[in-house]
Nanobody
Framework: VQLQASGGGLVQAGGSLRLSCVVSAPTASSYTMGWFRQAPGKERDFVAAVGSGGTTDYADSLEGRFTISRDNAKNTMYLEITSLKPEDTAVYYC?????????????????WGQGTQVTVSS
């Protein structure tokens, strides 16, 4: 299983971004997919997850600015972020796991992408 994240960049505060993660696997649509982010010197934190059937879950602290989705026909997961803030600056990682249950911890995921940098300027 291989994951390729893209879509990061330098954005001004208040702007929007859509991150993508392409999954290369024979049964990609069966995996639960998640986004995590890691700011410099901090832990890798859960952002959002989407199950194989489209069920979604978000970190409580994200204020509704994040939307996770997936297109199983394209084996691709997305994360749309609006009203970006400087504190959203981080490397964003996509990850995959076999089951939906237990998806908030990075240790629960089996496969990881390489990360895409998001930098928000004030």
């Amino acid at each position: 299983v291989q994951l390729q994240a893209s879509g990061g960049g330098l954005v001004q505060a208040g702007g929007s971004l859509r991150l993508s993660c392409v999954v290369s696997a024979p049964t990609a649509s069966s995996y639960t997919m998640g986004w995590f982010r890691q700011a410099p010197g901090k832990e890798r934190d859960f952002v959002a997850a989407v199950g194989s059937g489209g069920t979604t879950d978000y970190a409580d602290s994200l204020e509704g600015r994040f939307t996770i989705s997936r297109d199983n026909a394209k084996n691709t997961m997305y994360l749309e972020i609006t009203s970006l803030k400087p504190e959203d600056t981080a490397v964003y990682y996509c990850a995959a796991k076999r089951y939906y249950r237990g998806h908030h911890l990075s240790t629960q995921y089996h496969y990881w992408g390489q990360g895409t940098q998001v930098t928000v300027s004030s």
